[in-house]
Structures are given as structure tokens and as C-alpha cells.
């Protein structure tokens, strides 16, 4: 253990998640997203939430972008930077899923490895990986960021997808297929999931 976290304790609330879930009326859980750059992540997640919210289920979208403005602001995108990232992102899903949100990420999130870490850090059933598949020629059509431009040409260095590696889900509990899918169709399938598990309330 470092010096920095030998003297520190974990206090627990009066409050618990299950108490939090009896007010909001749905469960709580982390819906985590991954796939390439450019298959849909945040678009499908911010859609996902407006849906979720319209029913009346506390959500919150952790995005990927919007993250690196501020608490993960200090990374880069090389493998260790990454790993960093992926890690604190996940301490920060399992303190939303403890204070009874339903909170969705949209992660480029490569490497299997960290995913898994993040699925240990909940308890069994909080943690839904959420494929976001679609091919890489599809992804670098859309291309809305020119990233995959900028990669091809080498302008942009460790770029999922051409120059740095991504793993997919072998075992993602939903997958999402956003080339041949409308937005519509992939947030039906992520709530038809959610309702069968009880998640969330039938609409």
C-alpha cells in the first residue's frame, strides 16, 4: 500500500443503495458502452438517457470526451494513460451506482482487461457491457471528429482502431449493431433488456 492511502478509512452512510432504490423505484447499475471510435457510443447513450428519464429512472451519462475535460484532464492515450482512465472512470460508475443512479458510460474502452476490472469493482448484476458493434469501415465513413483521417495519416498517434488495439466483448451482456440498427432500434433493444432483468419498470 503507498504512503499516500496507508491512514485512511472507509466510512459508511446510514443510507444504502437499497434504500435509495425504493425512492427512485428502479434498481441501479452501470451501463457501460464500448466499441470503436465513431460506432455510436455517445450518440446511443444520450439517447438511452432521455429515454430512461422519460420514464421516470434517476440516469446520468458518463461520457468519454467530456471526462477528459476535467477529471481525467491529465491524460493522454498512450496504454498506461488509458488504463488510468478506464480505472477511474469505473470508482466513479460504482459511487453513481451506489447513490442509486442508472448511469450509462460511453467509453472507447480497448482493452478487455480493464473492463473486467471495472465489472469486479460492483457487486453481481451492476455491471451491463453493452457491445457497441459496428465495423471499422463503417466507423471511418462517419468519421465525424476527422480522427480516423488524421490517424491514417499519422497525425494522430495510439488511435483505437488503426494504430492502438481494441478487444472486443467476448461475453458482452447486450450487443448493439449501430451499421445496420436505427438509434431507435438499439435503445429498444437496451430497454427490452433492462425491463426483462427488472431493472427498470415495464413503460
Known amino acids: 500500500m503507498s504512503e499516500k492511502s496507508r491512514n485512511i478509512v472507509w466510512h459508511p452512510g446510514v443510507v444504502t443503495q437499497a434504500d435509495r432504490e425504493r425512492i427512485t423505484g428502479h434498481k441501479a447499475c452501470t451501463i457501460w458502452m464500448t466499441g470503436l471510435p465513431a460506432s455510436g457510443k ?15 429512472v434517476h440516469s446520468f451519462v458518463l461520457d468519454g470526451d467530456n471526462v477528459r475535460h476535467g477529471l481525467n484532464k491529465d491524460l493522454g492515450f498512450s496504454p498506461e494513460d ?52 459496428c465495423p471499422v469501415e463503417v466507423c471511418e465513413q ?26 472486443p466483448p467476448q461475453k458482452p451482456e447486450i450487443t448493439v449493431h449501430t451499421d445496420r440498427e436505427s438509434e431507435a432500434q438499439s435503445v429498444q433493444a437496451i430497454l427490452a433488456y433492462l425491463e426483462a432483468s427488472g431493472y427498470v419498470p415495464r413503460a
Request: proline fraction near 3%; charge should be positive; charged fraction near 30%.
Open 142 to 167: 462517419r468519421d465525424p471528429k476527422g480522427h480516423y483521417k488524421k490517424a491514417r495519416t499519422g497525425e494522430m498517434k495510439e488511435f483505437t482502431g488503426v494504430s492502438a488495439p481494441y478487444e
Open 42 to 56: 455517445s450518440t446511443l447513450a444520450v439517447a438511452l438517457e432521455k429515454a430512461l428519464w422519460d420514464r421516470g
Open 82 to 133: 488509458r488504463v488510468e482512465n478506464i480505472r477511474r472512470i469505473g470508482e466513479v460508475a460504482k459511487l453513481f451506482t451506489n447513490a442509486g443512479v442508472l448511469n450509462v458510460t460511453a467509453f472507447i474502452s480497448p482493452y478487455r482487461s480493464d473492463r473486467d476490472r471495472v465489472r469486479s469493482l460492483m457487486i453481481d448484476g451492476e455491471f451491463i457491457e453493452v457491445y457497441v458493434d
